[in-house]
């Protein structure tokens, strides 16, 4: 059985940064590769980044260049570093494992203007 549990949400101005962390319990070939999704009210989910088991990564557009995946294999932790944030970045955002269907229970995350 695989946990999620998302840390690090918050508000922020625009231009401002946050760090998301999420810890992963249970590790299994599910949690090999790992993605950041997130939710804006009234929409779908949708990509963010991924980070598979080598450490190679991918980003949505809206994320490149100012969002950072990253893990620590030892702490059994993914992280996204938000850096030049935006109001339109406002939303929840979940930690899941990339091709399993686990998902935590979500962050938010405010950007104000």
């Known amino acids: 059985q695989v946990r999620l549990v998302e840390s690090g949400g918050g508000s922020v101005q625009a231009g401002g940064s946050l760090r998301l962390s999420c810890v992963v319990f249970?590790?299994?070939?599910?949690?090999?590769?790992m993605s950041w999704y997130r939710q804006h009210p009234g929409k779908e989910r949708e990509f963010v980044a991924r980070?598979?088991?080598?450490?190679?990564?991918n980003y949505a557009d809206s994320a490149k260049g100012r969002f950072t995946i990253s893990k620590d294999n030892a702490k059994n932790t993914v992280y996204l570093q938000m850096n030049s944030l935006k109001p339109e970045d406002t939303a929840m955002y979940y930690c899941?494992?990339?091709?399993?269907?686990?998902w935590g229970q979500g962050t938010q995350v405010t950007v104000t203007s």
């Open positions: 899941k494992t990339y091709h399993c269907a686990y």
């Open positions: 249970g590790t299994t070939y599910c949690t090999y590769d």
């Open positions: 980070i598979d088991w080598s450490g190679s990564t």
